[in-house]
């Protein structure tokens, strides 16, 4: 189980980057979290954790992210409000 949180102030809405990652050059990616286009994304288990927010980036704006693994489910956080969740975790 872990949390990984963050602030973020993205100066645009269309990029890709990830902030922070472990074991992201191989095939048993461990997780990664960052910018997808406009929205934030947590990526973990290889591609079995696959969450997008709801939240439409807005240049300039602080964003607090936090993103949850409790060993059964997964969830994506924006300003302490959930926008994505699943209990479609795999194994280790």
């Not at 602030?7 to 960052?34: E, Q, T």
């Not at 406009?38 to 973990?44: E, M, V």
């Not at 288990?45 to 696959?50: M, S, V, Y």
């Amino acid at each position: 189980p872990y949390t990984i949180e963050y602030w973020a102030r993205p100066s645009i809405a269309s990029s890709a980057g990830f902030i922070i990652g472990k074991d992201v050059d191989n095939s048993n990616l461990d997780y990664v979290v960052g910018q997808w286009g406009d929205r934030f994304r947590f990526i973990s288990r290889g591609l079995t954790i696959d969450l997008n927010s709801s939240t439409i980036i807005n240049p300039g704006t602080w964003y607090h992210v936090a993103n949850v693994f409790d060993g059964t489910s997964a969830r994506l956080f924006i300003n302490g409000v959930l926008e994505a969740s699943t209990t479609n975790v795999g194994s280790p």
